[in-house]
Protein backbone atom coordinates (compact mmCIF):
# COMPACT_ATOMS: atom_id res chain seq x y z
CA UNK A 1 0.00 0.00 0.00
CA UNK A 2 1.32 3.36 -0.94
CA UNK A 3 0.10 7.17 -0.40
CA UNK A 4 1.27 9.24 -3.46
CA UNK A 5 0.34 12.76 -2.01
CA UNK A 6 0.77 15.98 -3.95
CA UNK A 7 2.41 15.84 -7.39
CA UNK A 8 2.53 17.46 -10.75
CA UNK A 9 3.00 17.09 -14.44
CA UNK A 10 6.42 16.55 -15.11
CA UNK A 11 7.29 18.02 -18.51
CA UNK A 12 10.96 19.15 -19.66
CA UNK A 13 10.07 22.96 -20.17
CA UNK A 14 9.78 23.20 -15.98
CA UNK A 15 11.63 20.59 -14.83
CA UNK A 16 14.19 22.69 -13.06
CA UNK A 17 10.78 24.43 -11.60
CA UNK A 18 9.81 21.30 -10.51
CA UNK A 19 12.76 20.03 -8.62
CA UNK A 20 12.96 23.33 -6.70
CA UNK A 21 9.34 23.13 -5.80
CA UNK A 22 8.70 22.23 -1.95
CA UNK A 23 5.82 19.61 -1.11
CA UNK A 24 5.82 17.98 -4.23
CA UNK A 25 6.14 14.01 -3.08
CA UNK A 26 5.69 12.28 -6.99
CA UNK A 27 5.28 13.77 -10.46
CA UNK A 28 3.87 11.67 -13.61
CA UNK A 29 5.54 11.80 -17.11
CA UNK A 30 3.80 11.09 -20.47
CA UNK A 31 5.49 8.02 -21.06
CA UNK A 32 5.87 8.63 -24.94
CA UNK A 33 7.92 11.34 -24.04
CA UNK A 34 10.29 8.94 -22.02
CA UNK A 35 13.27 7.05 -23.80
CA UNK A 36 13.71 4.01 -21.35
CA UNK A 37 17.44 3.49 -21.60
CA UNK A 38 17.92 7.62 -21.76
CA UNK A 39 16.16 8.81 -18.44
CA UNK A 40 16.40 12.57 -18.32
CA UNK A 41 18.61 13.67 -15.43
CA UNK A 42 15.90 15.68 -13.82
CA UNK A 43 13.77 12.73 -13.57
CA UNK A 44 16.81 10.43 -12.39
CA UNK A 45 17.47 13.48 -10.01
CA UNK A 46 13.84 13.04 -8.43
CA UNK A 47 14.09 9.24 -8.42
CA UNK A 48 17.59 9.88 -6.23
CA UNK A 49 15.26 12.12 -3.58
CA UNK A 50 12.66 9.17 -3.31
CA UNK A 51 10.06 11.12 -5.64
CA UNK A 52 7.81 8.66 -6.83
CA UNK A 53 7.24 8.36 -10.68
CA UNK A 54 4.19 7.46 -12.43
CA UNK A 55 4.15 6.52 -16.31
CA UNK A 56 0.88 8.32 -18.13
CA UNK A 57 0.27 6.98 -21.62
CA UNK A 58 -1.92 8.14 -24.26
CA UNK A 59 -1.25 6.32 -27.31
CA UNK A 60 -2.97 2.68 -26.63
CA UNK A 61 -6.71 3.44 -27.31
CA UNK A 62 -8.09 1.00 -24.78
CA UNK A 63 -11.49 2.38 -26.03
CA UNK A 64 -10.33 1.59 -29.52
CA UNK A 65 -12.10 -1.58 -30.79
CA UNK A 66 -8.89 -3.28 -31.88
CA UNK A 67 -6.73 -5.49 -29.38
CA UNK A 68 -4.38 -3.35 -27.72
CA UNK A 69 -1.14 -3.32 -29.73
CA UNK A 70 1.87 -5.83 -28.25
CA UNK A 71 4.46 -3.26 -28.74
CA UNK A 72 2.70 -0.82 -27.36
CA UNK A 73 2.34 -1.97 -24.51
CA UNK A 74 5.76 -3.95 -24.43
CA UNK A 75 7.15 -0.33 -24.50
CA UNK A 76 4.90 1.09 -21.82
CA UNK A 77 5.93 -2.04 -18.79
CA UNK A 78 9.20 -1.50 -19.82
CA UNK A 79 9.00 2.73 -18.61
CA UNK A 80 7.09 1.59 -16.12
CA UNK A 81 10.55 -1.15 -15.14
CA UNK A 82 12.52 1.77 -16.19
CA UNK A 83 10.95 4.42 -13.49
CA UNK A 84 10.16 2.24 -10.68
CA UNK A 85 6.82 3.12 -10.61
CA UNK A 86 4.22 1.59 -8.67
CA UNK A 87 1.55 1.64 -11.00
CA UNK A 88 0.84 3.37 -14.76
CA UNK A 89 -2.19 4.94 -15.97
CA UNK A 90 -3.91 5.23 -19.43
CA UNK A 91 -7.22 6.90 -20.59
CA UNK A 92 -10.53 5.39 -21.18
CA UNK A 93 -10.32 6.22 -25.19
CA UNK A 94 -9.58 5.63 -28.73
CA UNK A 95 -6.94 7.00 -30.82
CA UNK A 96 -7.23 5.32 -33.70
CA UNK A 97 -9.88 3.81 -35.81
CA UNK A 98 -10.69 2.05 -39.45
CA UNK A 99 -8.66 -1.04 -40.43
CA UNK A 100 -9.19 -4.76 -41.15
CA UNK A 101 -12.06 -4.57 -38.49
CA UNK A 102 -13.71 -1.96 -41.29
CA UNK A 103 -12.44 -3.27 -44.94
CA UNK A 104 -11.42 0.81 -44.68
CA UNK A 105 -8.09 2.95 -43.93
CA UNK A 106 -6.68 3.54 -40.77
CA UNK A 107 -7.11 6.71 -39.33
CA UNK A 108 -5.71 8.46 -36.50
CA UNK A 109 -7.04 10.95 -34.31
CA UNK A 110 -4.42 12.61 -32.90
CA UNK A 111 -6.12 13.02 -29.46
CA UNK A 112 -8.26 11.09 -27.05
CA UNK A 113 -11.69 10.34 -28.25
CA UNK A 114 -14.67 9.30 -26.21
CA UNK A 115 -15.85 6.06 -26.11
CA UNK A 116 -19.74 5.48 -26.63
CA UNK A 117 -21.26 4.42 -23.31
CA UNK A 118 -22.97 1.10 -24.39
CA UNK A 119 -22.91 -2.21 -23.40
CA UNK A 120 -21.00 -3.12 -26.65
CA UNK A 121 -18.24 -0.59 -26.23
CA UNK A 122 -18.22 -1.60 -22.54
CA UNK A 123 -17.10 -5.14 -23.61
CA UNK A 124 -14.89 -4.83 -25.60
CA UNK A 125 -13.41 -2.19 -22.55
CA UNK A 126 -12.92 -4.49 -20.33
CA UNK A 127 -11.93 -7.30 -22.91
CA UNK A 128 -8.48 -5.01 -24.21
CA UNK A 129 -7.99 -3.55 -20.59
CA UNK A 130 -7.83 -7.28 -19.24
CA UNK A 131 -5.35 -7.68 -22.18
CA UNK A 132 -3.32 -4.86 -20.86
CA UNK A 133 -3.20 -5.94 -17.21
CA UNK A 134 -2.15 -8.85 -18.44
CA UNK A 135 1.24 -7.23 -20.12
CA UNK A 136 1.85 -4.80 -17.52
CA UNK A 137 3.91 -5.67 -14.44
CA UNK A 138 1.75 -3.23 -12.01
CA UNK A 139 -1.55 -2.28 -11.16
CA UNK A 140 -3.68 -0.58 -14.17
CA UNK A 141 -5.39 2.83 -13.51
CA UNK A 142 -7.54 4.45 -15.84
CA UNK A 143 -8.69 7.89 -16.78
CA UNK A 144 -12.19 9.25 -17.44
CA UNK A 145 -11.80 11.72 -20.13
CA UNK A 146 -13.58 14.95 -21.68
CA UNK A 147 -15.26 15.35 -24.20
CA UNK A 148 -16.59 18.21 -26.81
CA UNK A 149 -19.17 15.51 -28.31
CA UNK A 150 -22.17 13.03 -27.41
CA UNK A 151 -22.97 9.90 -29.05
CA UNK A 152 -26.26 8.65 -29.50
CA UNK A 153 -27.80 6.28 -28.05
CA UNK A 154 -25.88 5.96 -24.74
CA UNK A 155 -27.09 3.00 -22.26
CA UNK A 156 -25.08 4.17 -19.13
CA UNK A 157 -24.09 7.36 -17.33
CA UNK A 158 -20.35 8.07 -17.21
CA UNK A 159 -20.65 6.82 -13.19
CA UNK A 160 -22.82 3.85 -14.28
CA UNK A 161 -20.33 3.18 -16.96
CA UNK A 162 -16.58 3.60 -14.47
CA UNK A 163 -18.78 1.62 -11.98
CA UNK A 164 -19.13 -1.50 -14.01
CA UNK A 165 -15.53 -1.26 -15.24
CA UNK A 166 -13.95 -1.08 -12.12
CA UNK A 167 -16.43 -4.46 -11.19
CA UNK A 168 -15.68 -6.08 -13.76
CA UNK A 169 -12.18 -5.87 -14.40
CA UNK A 170 -10.66 -4.86 -11.12
CA UNK A 171 -8.87 -1.95 -12.31
CA UNK A 172 -8.16 1.31 -10.86
CA UNK A 173 -9.53 4.60 -11.86
CA UNK A 174 -8.13 7.93 -12.33
CA UNK A 175 -10.59 10.49 -11.55
CA UNK A 176 -9.85 14.02 -13.53
CA UNK A 177 -11.97 16.50 -11.88
CA UNK A 178 -11.42 18.67 -14.89
CA UNK A 179 -12.93 16.71 -17.15
CA UNK A 180 -15.99 16.41 -15.29
CA UNK A 181 -16.30 20.18 -15.55
CA UNK A 182 -15.86 19.83 -19.20
CA UNK A 183 -18.30 17.10 -19.72
CA UNK A 184 -20.84 19.35 -16.98
CA UNK A 185 -20.43 22.57 -19.61
CA UNK A 186 -20.42 20.65 -23.05
CA UNK A 187 -22.91 17.84 -22.21
CA UNK A 188 -25.06 18.42 -19.25
CA UNK A 189 -23.68 15.98 -16.71
CA UNK A 190 -23.63 17.03 -13.20
CA UNK A 191 -20.45 16.24 -11.61
CA UNK A 192 -22.22 15.49 -8.37
CA UNK A 193 -23.80 12.54 -9.83
CA UNK A 194 -21.01 11.46 -11.32
CA UNK A 195 -19.13 11.38 -8.47
CA UNK A 196 -22.13 9.24 -6.28
CA UNK A 197 -22.31 6.79 -8.81
CA UNK A 198 -18.39 6.33 -9.13
CA UNK A 199 -16.85 3.07 -6.98
CA UNK A 200 -14.43 5.91 -5.04
CA UNK A 201 -12.64 2.49 -3.13
CA UNK A 202 -11.23 2.03 -6.79
CA UNK A 203 -9.88 5.43 -6.81
CA UNK A 204 -6.07 5.72 -7.61
CA UNK A 205 -5.77 8.83 -7.82
CA UNK A 206 -7.06 12.60 -8.94
CA UNK A 207 -5.85 14.78 -11.94
CA UNK A 208 -6.89 18.49 -11.66
CA UNK A 209 -6.27 20.84 -14.76
CA UNK A 210 -7.62 24.44 -16.43
CA UNK A 211 -8.78 25.26 -19.28
CA UNK A 212 -11.08 28.06 -20.78
CA UNK A 213 -14.81 28.69 -22.32
CA UNK A 214 -15.58 29.74 -25.66
CA UNK A 215 -19.28 30.04 -27.26
CA UNK A 216 -20.54 27.96 -24.28
CA UNK A 217 -18.03 25.23 -25.52
CA UNK A 218 -15.29 24.11 -22.32
CA UNK A 219 -12.23 23.13 -23.85
CA UNK A 220 -10.01 21.14 -21.48
CA UNK A 221 -6.68 23.01 -22.72
CA UNK A 222 -4.39 22.05 -19.57
CA UNK A 223 -3.18 25.88 -20.43
CA UNK A 224 -4.83 27.58 -18.02
CA UNK A 225 -5.07 28.32 -14.56
CA UNK A 226 -7.52 25.93 -12.88
CA UNK A 227 -10.83 27.33 -11.84
CA UNK A 228 -12.97 27.68 -9.17
CA UNK A 229 -15.36 25.06 -10.37
CA UNK A 230 -12.83 22.60 -11.26
CA UNK A 231 -11.51 23.01 -7.13
CA UNK A 232 -14.91 22.92 -5.91
CA UNK A 233 -15.74 19.10 -7.48
CA UNK A 234 -12.21 18.48 -6.08
CA UNK A 235 -13.80 19.36 -2.55
CA UNK A 236 -16.53 17.30 -3.67
CA UNK A 237 -14.83 14.05 -4.19
CA UNK A 238 -12.58 14.93 -0.95
CA UNK A 239 -15.39 14.95 1.14
CA UNK A 240 -16.19 11.20 -0.35
CA UNK A 241 -13.13 9.66 -0.07
CA UNK A 242 -9.48 10.77 0.99
CA UNK A 243 -7.82 10.91 -2.01
CA UNK A 244 -4.59 8.52 -2.53
CA UNK A 245 -2.95 11.31 -4.77
CA UNK A 246 -3.57 14.80 -6.37
CA UNK A 247 -1.48 15.92 -9.73
CA UNK A 248 -1.83 19.74 -11.27
CA UNK A 249 -1.08 18.77 -15.28
CA UNK A 250 0.01 21.76 -17.11
CA UNK A 251 0.70 20.81 -20.65
CA UNK A 252 1.86 24.51 -22.20
CA UNK A 253 1.82 28.53 -21.71
CA UNK A 254 3.86 27.55 -18.42
CA UNK A 255 3.56 30.44 -15.73
CA UNK A 256 6.32 31.18 -13.37
CA UNK A 257 6.92 28.63 -10.82
CA UNK A 258 5.26 30.75 -8.08
CA UNK A 259 2.12 30.57 -9.91
CA UNK A 260 2.39 27.15 -9.93
CA UNK A 261 2.82 26.75 -6.41
CA UNK A 262 0.04 28.25 -5.83
CA UNK A 263 -2.19 26.43 -7.85
CA UNK A 264 -0.65 23.28 -5.99
CA UNK A 265 -1.49 25.62 -2.27
CA UNK A 266 -5.30 25.97 -3.90
CA UNK A 267 -5.20 22.24 -4.45
CA UNK A 268 -4.51 20.93 -1.29
CA UNK A 269 -6.58 23.42 0.46
CA UNK A 270 -9.56 22.23 -1.82
CA UNK A 271 -9.10 18.50 -0.26
CA UNK A 272 -8.39 19.88 2.73
CA UNK A 273 -11.80 21.85 2.72
CA UNK A 274 -13.31 18.22 1.73
CA UNK A 275 -12.59 16.62 5.13
CA UNK A 276 -10.21 14.13 3.50
CA UNK A 277 -13.60 11.99 3.40
CA UNK A 278 -14.12 11.24 7.01
CA UNK A 279 -11.37 9.04 7.27
CA UNK A 280 -12.04 6.67 4.05
CA UNK A 281 -9.14 4.68 2.17
CA UNK A 282 -5.78 7.19 1.51
CA UNK A 283 -3.83 4.70 -0.28
CA UNK A 284 -3.04 3.45 -3.54
CA UNK A 285 -3.28 -0.70 -3.53
CA UNK A 286 -1.15 -2.46 -5.48
CA UNK A 287 -3.89 -5.28 -6.21
CA UNK A 288 -7.42 -5.00 -8.28
CA UNK A 289 -10.56 -3.18 -7.04
CA UNK A 290 -11.54 -5.29 -3.85
CA UNK A 291 -14.09 -7.56 -5.03
CA UNK A 292 -13.64 -7.02 -8.21
CA UNK A 293 -13.81 -10.81 -10.41
CA UNK A 294 -11.99 -10.40 -13.59
CA UNK A 295 -14.47 -12.11 -16.24
CA UNK A 296 -13.73 -13.64 -19.32
CA UNK A 297 -15.89 -13.11 -22.39
CA UNK A 298 -16.91 -15.33 -24.41
CA UNK A 299 -14.94 -14.66 -27.91
CA UNK A 300 -17.93 -14.73 -30.18
CA UNK A 301 -19.76 -12.27 -27.77
CA UNK A 302 -16.37 -9.53 -27.30
CA UNK A 303 -15.37 -10.29 -31.53
CA UNK A 304 -19.00 -9.60 -32.57
CA UNK A 305 -19.10 -5.97 -30.48
CA UNK A 306 -15.77 -4.80 -31.75
CA UNK A 307 -17.20 -5.56 -35.44
CA UNK A 308 -19.95 -2.65 -33.83
CA UNK A 309 -18.17 -0.84 -32.39
CA UNK A 310 -14.87 -0.74 -34.80
CA UNK A 311 -17.57 0.39 -37.23
CA UNK A 312 -19.21 3.19 -35.00
CA UNK A 313 -15.71 4.46 -34.31
CA UNK A 314 -14.76 4.67 -37.91
CA UNK A 315 -17.65 6.35 -39.17
CA UNK A 316 -17.22 9.12 -36.41
CA UNK A 317 -13.31 9.40 -37.12
CA UNK A 318 -13.77 9.28 -40.50
CA UNK A 319 -15.77 12.93 -40.35
CA UNK A 320 -13.69 14.19 -38.09
CA UNK A 321 -10.73 14.46 -39.73
CA UNK A 322 -11.85 13.53 -43.42
CA UNK A 323 -14.76 15.73 -44.11
CA UNK A 324 -17.31 12.13 -44.98
CA UNK A 325 -21.27 12.89 -44.22
CA UNK A 326 -21.68 13.34 -40.42
CA UNK A 327 -22.90 9.86 -38.86
CA UNK A 328 -27.09 9.87 -37.85
CA UNK A 329 -27.74 11.23 -34.64
CA UNK A 330 -24.72 13.41 -34.06
CA UNK A 331 -24.72 17.18 -33.56
CA UNK A 332 -23.55 18.89 -36.60
CA UNK A 333 -22.53 21.80 -34.45
CA UNK A 334 -20.78 20.33 -31.85
CA UNK A 335 -19.00 18.08 -34.32
CA UNK A 336 -17.77 21.12 -36.08
CA UNK A 337 -16.20 22.12 -33.26
CA UNK A 338 -14.42 18.80 -32.11
CA UNK A 339 -13.03 18.54 -35.82
CA UNK A 340 -11.27 22.14 -35.38
CA UNK A 341 -9.97 21.18 -32.11
CA UNK A 342 -8.52 18.35 -33.48
CA UNK A 343 -6.91 19.88 -36.74
CA UNK A 344 -5.99 22.25 -33.95
CA UNK A 345 -4.44 20.00 -31.99
CA UNK A 346 -2.19 18.53 -34.82
CA UNK A 347 -0.65 21.65 -35.98
CA UNK A 348 0.14 22.49 -32.51
CA UNK A 349 1.73 18.97 -31.93
CA UNK A 350 3.64 19.12 -35.35
CA UNK A 351 5.27 22.36 -34.98
CA UNK A 352 6.55 20.50 -31.53
CA UNK A 353 7.77 17.37 -33.12
CA UNK A 354 9.17 19.35 -36.29
CA UNK A 355 9.95 22.76 -34.86
CA UNK A 356 11.85 23.54 -37.89
CA UNK A 357 8.44 24.00 -40.00
CA UNK A 358 7.39 27.14 -38.56
CA UNK A 359 10.92 28.80 -38.52
CA UNK A 360 10.83 28.19 -41.86
CA UNK A 361 7.13 28.85 -43.04
CA UNK A 362 6.90 31.82 -40.07
CA UNK A 363 3.34 32.84 -39.77
CA UNK A 364 2.32 31.08 -43.23
CA UNK A 365 2.79 28.11 -41.01
CA UNK A 366 -0.31 27.61 -39.56
CA UNK A 367 -2.86 28.36 -42.46
CA UNK A 368 -1.24 26.40 -44.38
CA UNK A 369 -0.93 23.28 -42.16
CA UNK A 370 -4.88 23.71 -41.31
CA UNK A 371 -5.69 23.33 -45.12
CA UNK A 372 -3.10 20.84 -45.43
CA UNK A 373 -5.00 18.78 -43.00
CA UNK A 374 -8.35 19.00 -44.40
CA UNK A 375 -7.81 17.24 -46.97
CA UNK A 376 -4.93 14.09 -45.40
CA UNK A 377 -5.98 12.86 -42.44
CA UNK A 378 -3.52 11.73 -40.12
CA UNK A 379 -2.56 7.78 -40.64
CA UNK A 380 0.80 7.46 -39.36
CA UNK A 381 1.86 9.64 -36.18
CA UNK A 382 2.69 13.22 -35.51
CA UNK A 383 6.24 12.60 -37.38
CA UNK A 384 5.05 11.06 -40.85
CA UNK A 385 3.07 14.01 -40.37
CA UNK A 386 5.15 16.47 -40.83
CA UNK A 387 7.10 14.93 -43.26
CA UNK A 388 3.99 14.14 -45.44
CA UNK A 389 3.30 18.56 -44.93
CA UNK A 390 6.64 19.06 -46.02
CA UNK A 391 6.00 16.82 -48.92
CA UNK A 392 2.85 17.88 -49.32
CA UNK A 393 3.69 22.01 -50.04
CA UNK A 394 6.85 21.21 -52.41
CA UNK A 395 4.94 18.51 -54.62
CA UNK A 396 2.09 21.79 -54.76
CA UNK A 397 4.97 24.49 -55.53
CA UNK A 398 3.00 26.46 -52.69
CA UNK A 399 5.90 27.88 -51.39
CA UNK A 400 6.23 31.18 -52.97
CA UNK A 401 9.59 32.66 -50.98
CA UNK A 402 12.30 30.69 -52.70
CA UNK A 403 14.76 30.54 -49.24
CA UNK A 404 12.03 28.61 -47.53
CA UNK A 405 11.51 26.79 -50.19
CA UNK A 406 15.36 25.93 -50.25
CA UNK A 407 15.01 25.35 -46.68
CA UNK A 408 12.11 22.90 -46.45
CA UNK A 409 13.56 20.93 -49.37
CA UNK A 410 16.73 20.10 -47.21
CA UNK A 411 14.65 19.64 -44.16
CA UNK A 412 12.55 17.03 -46.03
CA UNK A 413 15.60 15.53 -47.59
CA UNK A 414 17.27 14.90 -44.21
CA UNK A 415 14.55 12.96 -42.73
CA UNK A 416 12.40 11.32 -45.81
CA UNK A 417 14.67 8.31 -46.02
CA UNK A 418 15.74 5.40 -43.86
CA UNK A 419 18.47 7.21 -42.23
CA UNK A 420 19.47 11.14 -41.98
CA UNK A 421 21.06 12.17 -45.29
CA UNK A 422 24.11 13.30 -42.13
CA UNK A 423 24.33 9.59 -41.53
CA UNK A 424 23.84 7.65 -44.89
CA UNK A 425 27.75 5.94 -45.70
CA UNK A 426 27.92 8.18 -49.33
CA UNK A 427 26.88 11.14 -47.55
CA UNK A 428 29.50 10.89 -44.82
CA UNK A 429 32.43 9.80 -47.42
CA UNK A 430 31.68 13.07 -49.57
CA UNK A 431 31.81 15.06 -46.45
CA UNK A 432 35.49 13.52 -45.53
CA UNK A 433 36.56 13.42 -48.72
CA UNK A 434 35.56 17.31 -49.34
CA UNK A 435 37.49 17.84 -45.74
CA UNK A 436 40.93 15.99 -46.93
CA UNK A 437 40.91 17.94 -50.99
CA UNK A 438 40.52 21.53 -48.10
CA UNK A 439 43.19 20.96 -45.95
CA UNK A 440 45.50 20.37 -49.35
Not at 178 to 195: F, I, K, M, Q, Y
Not at 226 to 232: I, S, T
Not at 273 to 283: D, F, L, Q
Amino acid sequence: MERLGTGIGWRPEIADAVEAMPGIDWVEVVAENVCPGHLPESLRRLRGRGVTVVPHGVSLGLGGAERPDAGRLAALAERVEALGAPLVTEHIAFVRAGGPLTASPGLEAGHLLPVPRTRDALDVLCENIRVAQDALPVPLAVENIAALICWPGEEMTEGQFLYDLADRTGVRLLIDVANLHTNHVNRGEDPAEALAELPLEALAYVHVAGGFERDGVWHDSHAHPVPRPVLDILTDLASRVSPPGVLLERDENFPEPGELEGELRAIRDAVEKGGGGAGRSSTVSRGPFVGAERAAFPDGQVEAARQRVALAQAALLSALVAGTPVPEGFDRVRLGVQARALAGKRADVVAKVAPELPLILGAGYRPAFLAYAQGAPMTGGYRRDALSFAEHLLLGGKVADARARRELREWWLERSGPAPRSRRPAVRLARATRKVLLRR
